[in-house]
């Protein structure tokens, strides 16, 4: 059974940081892809960022501000989040999905699996 545990969420203030983790467990995803999606309350869930293989891709607004990682085991990513806005609470998802095909990577029903989340919260 795979599943995707994420950490480090919380409350932070404006300009501050945060780092949250996201371990797979029940295989690797070394052929597919890992992502950050997040989800503030009334809006969509949006795509953050992915890795796929040694490539990492970013949505337009992370603008510099985060940074995600791939951890030694391949079944481990990280989201670096500096300088942090209000508008960046949300609750922050990790996915991951088996194969990688030409086109978009930020669609998340194309994501097979999904964490329960973890909240972030931006205060000013």
């Known amino acids: 059974q795979v599943q995707l545990v994420e950490s480090g969420g919380g409350l932070v203030q404006v300009g501050g940081s945060l780092r949250l983790s996201c371990a797979a467990s029940?295989?690797?995803?070394?052929?597919?892809?890992m992502a950050w999606f997040r989800q503030a309350a009334g809006l969509e869930r949006a795509f953050v960022g992915a890795v796929i293989g040694r490539n990492i891709y970013y949505a337009v607004f992370t603008r510099g501000r985060f940074t995600i990682a791939r951890g030694d085991a391949d079944n481990t990513i990280f989201l670096q989040m500096d300088s942090l806005k209000p508008e960046d609470t949300a609750v922050y998802y990790c996915?991951?999905?088996?194969?990688?095909?030409?086109?978009?990577?930020?669609?998340?029903?194309?994501?097979?699996?999904w964490g329960q989340g973890t909240q972030v919260t931006v205060s000013s």
């Open positions: 029940g295989r690797t995803f070394s052929s597919g892809a």
């Open positions: 996915a991951a999905r088996n194969s990688v095909g030409a086109g978009y990577v930020g669609r998340a029903y194309d994501y097979d699996y």
